[in-house]
């Protein structure tokens, strides 16, 4: 034990000096606004789930039913992340570290390496599942009322729950690195795990989980009562979990206690296992990992189109800077394969809008056909937000040590930025010009928001991508061996909440002026003088926040970059 703590000691260092590095300011305003978030966070999650907890409670004969199901559905979904998460992160501790070669030069047995690594991959893929999941199960506890029995059941769940996840993964990682290197796993696991992702997302939404609450849309009450008493297989870990937790609801005592003890002596079996197939594949799947990374999907050079060539009416330099953005961005097949997942999210994100059943509200439809349009805005804006923060906010980072190629060249940083902002900003305004216009075509809404809804993307777009320009380099992170992780920096938590405030912003200034604008329209009136000069007031003050959006942080970018 001595070695393996020896080995795990430099991340105990790092963490506790941190606050004596030069930049420990930052990194305490970092890690106080990200505790603020999260705790908004966390207290979301435990009245959402208090609340819809409650609602089950009440239903009669239903309620005990929903919530099993509920816990079941939450518990699932923690296993995929904590597995596909755990693939990741001890794919990367393991073969991928660039203090791998220092580490397996020292007089160590692999073993004790392979303990070692698989112990801080553990750590780093679980411990964010593990507190986001206790509001989860404080509020089952609150709600039925346990004691502090389970309680404790729930604290010691999470243990072997993390450790089988996380020796699962580890245990393929090895077996598939001991066939491939390790630098060409890595791109098929991401693409494989989002390809996984994207098809549960789609699964889950078109279940449509909000009929559990509506036993009248099954067929017959036996039927639904056959698909809610569905239990899991008993050699699953979730299985053993969730059985642990419901049976300690019920003040089952013997019963929880034998649930939790399968699932420690299933952690430890694994344990065991795992550390006896490392001792012969970890360091043979190492030595292939030292080979250079192919492309999973390689594609042919194609010939240069006729459509291209109208094209050199712009500068030689801005076009190479152009064409070097979009090779970096097509090289790197674990960004790009993440569209993927957006776009599942976004066919997720229309199909809300096809399922809405407007006809079945109090209010007339068009007040809400309106009002889901205008808040439709908001919405879409966010969603580029999101989008701009994975692939834009990190472009700067992305160039990592060669970026002394970009300074010695006889090139302005000013250009240098520009040039990427445009590389990013007309896909970007495409995407949500698209998502804007099928969401409110979805909606039926009139012609007046069709038109607000068109025109107040295409003004927020190059703010939100300017945004992420500047931000990115002003903070950038030329030494991660993850340039996209630079995003959860001080500067990418800066941006985002910035981002934020700006759309907020711009539908604050809108939602007076259109409300008016809208109830005359409803009743055949004309706006007074003073409304149309509000109106006007307030549009010109919209124009003015999307323009400074723009200007004022690729310049404080530049200037930071430059220093």
């Not at 991340?11 to 941190?18: A, E, H, L, P, V």
């Not at 950038?476 to 996209?484: A, C, I, L, Q």
């Not at 809108?510 to 003073?530: C, K, M, N, W």
Request: charged share 10%.
């Amino acid at each position: 034990m001595n070695e393996i703590l020896s080995l795990i000691s430099p991340r105990w260092f790092s963490f506790k000096n941190g606050g004596m590095a030069q930049n420990a300011g930052n990194r305490r305003i970092r890690f106080f606004l990200f505790a603020v978030i999260g705790a908004a966070f966390w207290l979301g999650a435990f009245f959402i789930f208090y609340r819809v907890l409650t609602y089950f409670r009440g239903v009669e004969e239903f309620g005990d039913i929903l919530s099993r199901k509920l816990l079941s559905m939450v518990i699932m979904t923690f296993f995929s992340l904590l597995v596909f998460s755990g693939i990741i992160t001890s794919l990367s501790k393991l073969y991928l570290s660039r203090d791998l070669i220092l580490i397996h030069s020292l007089p160590v047995e692999r073993f004790r390496i392979f303990i070692a690594r698989w112990i801080e991959s553990t750590i780093d893929s679980s411990w964010m599942a593990v507190l986001f999941s206790i509001p989860v199960f404080l509020s089952y506890g609150v709600v039925y009322q346990a004691g502090p029995f389970y309680y404790g059941i729930a604290g010691m769940t999470l243990i072997p729950f993390c450790l089988i996840s996380s020796l699962l993964s580890v245990l393929l990682v090895l077996i598939v690195a001991a066939v491939l290197p390790a630098g060409r796993i890595r791109t098929l696991f991401v693409f494989m795990g989002l390809v996984f992702v994207v098809a549960l997302i789609l699964a889950f939404r078109l279940m449509r989980p909000e009929r559990l609450v509506n036993p009248e849309s099954f067929a017959s009450l036996v039927l639904y009562l056959q698909e809610m008493e569905i239990s899991g297989s008993p050699f699953l870990p979730t299985t053993w979990a969730f059985d642990g937790l419901f049976h300690a609801l019920a003040n089952q005592h013997a019963a929880a206690l034998f649930d939790l003890v399968l699932s420690l002596s299933a952690a430890a079996a694994l344990f065991y296992i795992a550390v006896w197939i490392a001792g012969s594949l970890y360091f043979k799947g190492y030595t292939k990992a030292q080979t250079s990374a192919e492309k999973l999907l390689v594609r042919k050079k194609a010939p240069r189109p006729h459509c291209v060539r109208p094209l050199t009416i712009i500068p030689r330099t801005t076009r190479t800077l152009a064409a070097k953005e979009v090779r970096t961005l097509l090289r790197d097949q674990t960004q790009w394969t993440q569209l993927f997942l957006i776009a599942a999210l976004i066919v997720v994100y229309l199909y809300n809008f096809s399922v809405l059943p407007m006809e079945q509200a109090k209010i007339r439809p068009i007040y809400l056909q309106n009002l889901f349009s205008f808040l439709n805005m908001g919405l879409a804006a966010f969603v580029l937000v999101a989008v701009v923060a994975r692939f834009v906010y990190p472009a700067v980072s992305c160039e990592g040590d060669a970026f002394w190629i970009i300074r010695a060249a006889p090139l302005e940083l000013r250009m240098f930025l520009w040039v990427k902002f445009f590389v990013y900003y007309l896909p970007l305004l495409v995407l949500a010009e698209v998502l804007i216009v099928s969401s409110n075509i979805l909606l039926q809404v009139t012609p007046f928001m069709m038109v607000l809804s068109i025109a107040t993307i295409f003004l927020t777009t190059p703010g939100i991508v300017a945004l992420g320009i500047g931000f990115g380099a002003a903070y950038p992170d030329f030494h991660s061996e993850n340039p996209s992780q630079s995003v959860t920096s001080f500067g990418g938590l800066l941006f985002m909440l910035l981002a934020a405030g700006f759309i907020l912003l711009v539908i604050v200034l809108e939602a007076g002026p259109v409300y008016q604008f809208f109830i005359a329209d409803i009743h055949g009136r004309t706006l007074s003088a003073p409304q149309m000069v509000r109106l006007i007031i307030s549009f010109g003050l919209v124009l003015v926040a999307c323009i400074l959006s723009v200007v004022l942080p690729m310049r404080f970018g530049q200037r930071r970059l430059s220093e």
